[in-house]
């Protein structure tokens, strides 16, 4: 059975920094696509960033986070994680990381590319 476990949110002020972090068992760990979403109250879940198992290091990444976030991961530690810089207020919403087989290149960022999602983690930027 998969199971995602994210943890590492919290509140910062703006210009500050967070790391994310999603413990997955349940599956061949690096076999996997996987992700991160965010969801902000009344508004859709939104892709963040994902690393594409497809070609090994390929990553994407929204444009509203591109320069400020980086996804990695650590195979050994069968862990994902999300490194946040220079945060913004508008970088508040519940964070999910997400996982599956595969996932094609086009739905890396789409909910609907994924089957497995965590619980999630809260993020509150405060200006």
């Known amino acids: 059975q998969v199971q995602l476990v994210e943890s590492g949110g919290g509140s910062v002020q703006a210009g500050g920094s967070l790391r994310l972090s999603c413990a997955a068992s349940?599956?061949?760990?690096?076999?996997?696509?996987v992700g991160w979403f965010r969801q902000a109250p009344g508004k859709e879940r939104e892709g963040v960033t994902a690393l594409y198992t497809g070609l090994v290091g390929s990553t994407v990444y929204a444009d509203s986070v591109k320069g400020r976030f980086t996804i990695s991961q650590d195979n050994a530690k069968n862990t994902l994680y999300l490194q946040m810089n220079s945060l913004k207020p508008e970088d508040t919403a519940m964070y999910y990381c997400?996982?599956?087989?595969?996932?094609?290149?086009?739905?890396?960022?789409?909910?609907?590319?994924?089957?497995?999602w965590g619980q999630g983690t809260q993020v509150t930027v405060s200006s």
């Open positions: 349940g599956y061949t760990y690096s076999s996997y696509c």
């Open positions: 997400a996982a599956d087989a595969q996932v094609a290149w086009w739905l890396l960022l789409q909910r609907r590319g994924y089957n497995y």
